[in-house]
């Protein structure tokens, strides 16, 4: 079956970090490009970044609103990607999907609040 | 940054009857290669973000032929030729030719 599964949401003070996993089966996760896309309570899509495969070369991309604060990368060999996300805001609380834009996972909630 | 303007944002439709959705683009939408990459998806209440169609007017595998795309440069539409109860949700388009890639608001589809 082909699915992508996210992990690692939660609650988190502002300032702090929390770091986001995405377990890919079902398809060739090694030629995908992966994104990190993610909705706010009752608000729309907003893309948060994305990796290249490896032939693609590897690199990332951010939106404007996490570059410097959030860190995406892959693990190839165990199908699997990341999403490290430091000094984290209240306006980062969101629903954060890990997806290639053909498959799309379940979704994980991260709650910034104090 | 694109911005991409999605209308109406609210869409009462009748079952059986068809239903319309624009996507605008603030810049033409073709890749230096040549391929203009729009994309549209489906997201039912409390479900993920379903990709309906890819590269303006390519539905995806299992997606109803009752869903089509179309457009070129920096107008878009996504069409639905019979609306059915189980199409109630948002729909948002999505620019992938330009860096950040940049969604519409979205469109709400609600039966009559």
């Known amino acids: 079956e082909v699915q992508l599964v996210e992990s690692g949401g939660g609650l988190v003070k502002p300032g702090g970090s929390l770091r986001l996993s995405c377990a890919a089966s079902?398809?060739?996760?090694?030629?995908?490009?992966m994104s990190w896309v993610r909705q706010a309570p009752g608000k729309g899509l907003e893309w948060v970044g994305r990796?290249?495969?490896?032939?693609?070369?590897?690199?990332?991309e951010y939106a404007a609103p996490v570059k410097g604060r959030f860190t995406i990368s892959r693990d190839d060999a165990k199908n699997t990607l990341s999403l490290q996300m430091d000094s984290l805001k209240t306006e980062d609380t969101a629903v954060y999907y890990c997806?290639?834009?053909?498959?799309w996972g379940q979704g994980t909630l991260v709650t910034v609040s104090s | 940054d694109v911005v991409m303007t999605q209308s109406p944002l609210s869409l009462p439709v009748t079952l059986g009857q068809p239903a319309s959705i624009s996507c605008r683009s603030s810049q033409s939408l073709v890749h230096s290669d040549g391929v203009t990459y729009l994309n549209w998806f489906q997201q039912r209440p409390g479900q993920s973000p379903r990709r309906l169609i890819y590269?303006?007017?390519n539905r995806e595998s299992g997606v109803p032929d009752r869903f089509s795309g179309s457009g070129s440069g920096t107008d878009f539409t996504l069409k639905i030729s019979r609306v059915e109860a189980e199409d109630v949700g948002v729909y948002y388009c999505l620019q992938q030719t330009h860096r950040p890639l940049t969604f519409g608001g979205g469109t709400k589809v609600e039966i009559k």
């Open positions: 079902g398809f060739t996760f090694t030629t995908a490009w």
């Open positions: 990796i290249r495969s490896k032939s693609g070369g590897g690199t990332t």
């Open positions: 590269k303006v007017s």
């Open positions: 997806t290639s834009m053909s498959i």
